[in-house]
C-alpha cells in the first residue's frame, strides 16, 4: 500500500511540474502577404533567409528577396511538384513526379556595383566592369 501512495505521489508531482509546459501562448506578430502572379505549389527559403524561392504552377520558380519583393522568375519544368535548396542556397533541388527525376539546377546572383565617379582603366562604357578592392587588404 505504501509503495502504490509513493507511486501516486510521484506521478502527481510529475503532472503538475510539467503541466506549466501546457499553458505557454503564442502570440501571433506582424505579417504582410505577397501577391503571387501564379498559384503557388511548395516553396523553400536559404539557410540564411535572404531568399525564398516559390515553386508555381507552370513551371515558375519566384525569387523572393528579404523584402518580400519579387526578383526573377526561372523558368523550369511544368511538372515539377516539390523545390527545395541546397544549404548555401547556390543549387535548386527540383522534383518532378510525372518525368521520376530530380533536377538540380545550378543558381548564381549577378549584383550590380555603381562604379560612377570612381577611377577606371579602359572605356567607360565596356560592357563588362572588374572591380578590384586592393586598397582594403
Partial sequence: MRLFRDVCILFLVMLFS?????????????SRTIKLEAKPIDM????????????????????????GQVKDTLKVSESAMSIGTSPDGSFLLLADSAANTLEIVQISFVVDIDVTGLPFKGPADAPVVVAVFSDYQ
Fill in 18 to 30: 510539467f503541466s506549466t509546459l501546457a499553458l505557454a501562448e503564442v502570440e501571433k506578430g506582424a
Fill in 44 to 67: 523553400t527559403t536559404t539557410a540564411d533567409g535572404k531568399y525564398t524561392f516559390v515553386l508555381a504552377e507552370g513551371g515558375k520558380v519566384l525569387i523572393i528577396d528579404g523584402s
